[in-house]
């Protein structure tokens, strides 16, 4: 089965940086999703990491390690519309499926 | 303008009644699925289709039934059979090589 963890709440000022972390058990690995999610809103894709090492978007990065079974999204340069909740998935064996965790809600404050 | 579409936004019914949410996409993606997101928790998998005319039941099919009869379109029905029905309701569909998945804007289903 899947077992993701993810802290339920961070709060980080605007300008700064923040780290969001997310732990998994998985029973195979085929990659790890983040989703940005704003409050009453559809989910909407940022990041996908197969391999590892860490990969940047812009103000956005994300890092993996399967062999810790680790992974952190990277929010740079905090805007207000940054807060959101942030949620990590993966791929059980079957790669068409995502098991979610939970996400971190991520609010910004001036 | 691709993209997925869910309708309506909001719905409300009565206990009892069954009620069948929308979901079109036309991105040519051959996988759809259906997720339940209730207050402060993660998205659970309800049903999910990988092909048209085949279905597979998700983490909680229970109470729930949906249909796959064309590529760009997969129902969900709630039955009076959900327990707990209220709760926001995402489509969302993957394809064209790639398992990331692009989400509708939802719906969000109150029954009374």
């Known amino acids: 089965g899947q077992n993701i963890d993810q802290p339920t709440e961070m709060t980080a000022t605007e300008g700064a940086i923040v780290q969001i972390n997310c732990t998994y058990q998985?029973?195979?690995?085929?990659?790890l999703f983040w989703y940005q999610q704003h409050a009453g809103e559809a989910p909407t894709f940022l990041s996908y990491?197969?391999?590892?090492g860490l990969e940047e978007k812009g103000r956005f990065s994300s890092f993996l390690s399967r062999s810790k079974g680790y992974s952190y999204l990277l929010l740079k340069e905090l805007q207000m519309k940054d807060s959101a909740s942030y949620l990590c998935?993966?791929?059980?064996?079957?790669?068409?499926?995502?098991?979610f965790g939970t996400g971190t809600r991520l609010q910004v404050t001036l | 303008d691709g993209g997925i579409t869910q309708s309506p936004k909001y719905l409300f019914r009565k206990e009892g009644q069954n009620v069948t949410l929308s979901c079109e996409q036309n991105?040519?993606?051959?996988?759809m699925y259906w997720y339940r997101q209730d207050p402060g928790q993660g998205l659970r998998l309800i049903y999910y289709?990988?092909?048209?005319?085949?279905?597979q039941k998700g983490d909680i099919a229970e109470g729930y039934s949906v249909s796959r009869e064309k590529k760009e379109s997969f129902p969900l029905t709630v039955t009076s059979a959900q327990k707990n029905p209220t709760a926001f309701y995402l489509c969302?569909?993957?394809?064209?090589?790639?398992?990331?998945?692009?989400f509708g804007p939802g719906t969000r289903l109150t029954v009374l």
């Open positions: 289709s990988q092909i048209v005319n085949d279905f």
């Open positions: 998985t029973s195979g690995f085929n990659g």
């Open positions: 990491n197969v391999l590892d």
């Open positions: 998935a993966v791929p059980p064996g079957t790669a068409s499926k995502l098991t």
């Open positions: 969302a569909s993957s394809g064209g090589g790639t398992d990331t998945q692009y």
């Open positions: 991105l040519n993606h051959d996988a």
